[in-house]
């Protein structure tokens, strides 16, 4: 076992952002787990081979509750309790009732229902670019869909939606030279959330939002089982937060991938119904989340032969257990017939997402909207000028000039 607590040099991440792949095979070929500077710059702890990654997801003994943080060692992203107590910060058994209780609303059947409604929108923001012969696909296509579909579950009117992205951004990847921005999308969004919130109580649809707020206010859940209103609040922020984000990278970079591989491309193609069956090799292969949420030890714990101590930060590396080759042969090809499983990009175990199935099923349908609209896709800059975000959290490119 190695003690590395006091003595492990903080490894420079600045090669995750020039060159990621390559700097995590270097990262995972040295060693399980490596200090680094993590997310808000202090010290941290990142997890690079799959096996260990996998176990740390089901630890009980890794919390998510920021309150089991050592003191000065985690700052963070500073949100106030109505946007703060959601599962991204919770543990069981508040975790467990909380889903337990969303579940209630987040219905598969209500998600197939919007299955039309996203083939509909696909069409339209194809629609709107088509004669124009080229667009930043992710500005006018992968950026729109997931916005417009979320909030058509959640009950977002459609005037409400246009200051969303920007705040989403500054809020994911923060602009160094405008630190208010972070800070003025927080109170923009609490103030959005909390009028939202009290409009559709006073006036319920048949929207998520709604479902939601019944079952916060059903009193018949019982006492100390039923939402908080700050749970409300914040599971709100969370859906929209998360349902966008993520899908926006998800479709964008699985287009990417497939401009990179065209075999594959010309594949789904003339065969749309393949683009489902190559969803998970997609998701392994250029995952939207480069690590999972930061996680803190309960106490003295070892992974991988290291021992990490209470209350530091722990970062799980996905995009570097999608690329382990010790678990998935020849991973740094992108190959959806090999039938490989077990990737954690939409989350594992308890921690498995809520939004996996409408991410999914938007993903699949933008693609195979977007390939058989326009069987001439191509990028339309060299693909030595794509630039990604500024960012060892997420994996999402800045923009993606493409022509047909």
């Not at 489902?276 to 995952?287: I, K, S, T, W």
């Not at 349908?365 to 693909?383: E, K, M, N």
Request: hydrophobic share 40%; glycine share 6%; charged share 25%.
């Amino acid at each position: 076992m190695q003690n590395t607590a006091d003595t492990a040099r903080t490894t420079d991440t600045a090669a995750l952002l020039e060159d990621l792949y390559p700097a995590l095979a270097a990262l995972r070929e040295a060693g399980p787990v490596h200090r680094i500077a993590g997310t808000d710059g202090r010290p941290a702890w990142l997890v690079t081979r799959y096996d260990d990654v996998r176990r740390a997801f089901a630890d009980p003994r890794l919390s998510l509750d920021k309150r089991h943080a050592a003191p000065g060692n985690y700052s963070g992203f500073s949100l106030p309790p109505a946007l703060d107590t959601n599962l991204l910060n919770m543990d069981p058994p508040d975790r467990t009732r909380v889903r337990r209780l969303v579940v209630k609303a987040f219905t598969p059947g209500r998600v197939e229902k919007l299955r039309e409604p996203v083939r509909r929108v696909a069409g339209e923001l194809l629609d709107a670019v088509e004669a124009d012969g080229r667009a930043d696909l992710l500005a006018a296509y992968a950026g729109q869909l997931p916005i417009i579909v979320i909030c058509d579950l959640l009950g977002v009117p459609e005037e409400d939606r246009q200051d969303f992205r920007a705040w989403s951004d500054a809020l994911i990847t923060p602009d160094p030279a405008w630190p208010q921005a972070a800070k003025e999308a927080v109170g923009a969004m609490l103030r959005f959330y909390t009028g939202l919130i009290a409009t559709k109580r006073a006036k319920p649809g048949d929207d998520l939002l709604s479902d939601l707020i019944r079952v916060r206010d059903d009193e018949s859940e019982g006492g100390d089982d039923r939402l908080s209103e700050d749970e409300l609040t914040s599971l709100a922020f969370l859906i929209l937060l998360a349902g966008y984000e993520n899908t926006v990278h998800l479709i964008a970079n699985s287009v990417l991938s497939l401009l990179d591989h065209p075999e594959l491309l010309t594949e789904l193609r003339e065969d749309p119904t393949r683009v489902p069956a190559a969803f998970d090799e997609l998701a392994r292969y250029e995952g939207p989340a480069s690590l999972a949420i930061r996680r803190f030890p309960r106490e003295y714990i070892e992974i991988g032969g290291v021992t990490i101590p209470a209350g530091e930060t722990v970062l799980l590396s996905l995009a570097s257990a999608y690329r382990d080759p010790a678990h998935f042969q020849n991973p740094d090809a992108l190959n959806p017939h090999i039938g490989r499983s077990g990737h954690l990009a939409l989350g594992h175990g308890i921690h498995y997402r809520l939004g996996a199935p409408l991410a999914r099923m938007e993903t699949d349908i933008a693609l195979a909207t977007l390939l058989s609209r326009f069987p001439g896709l191509r990028l339309d800059v060299p693909r030595e000028e794509l630039r990604w975000r500024p960012s060892i959290r997420a994996r999402g490119l800045i923009s993606l000039p493409v022509a047909w």
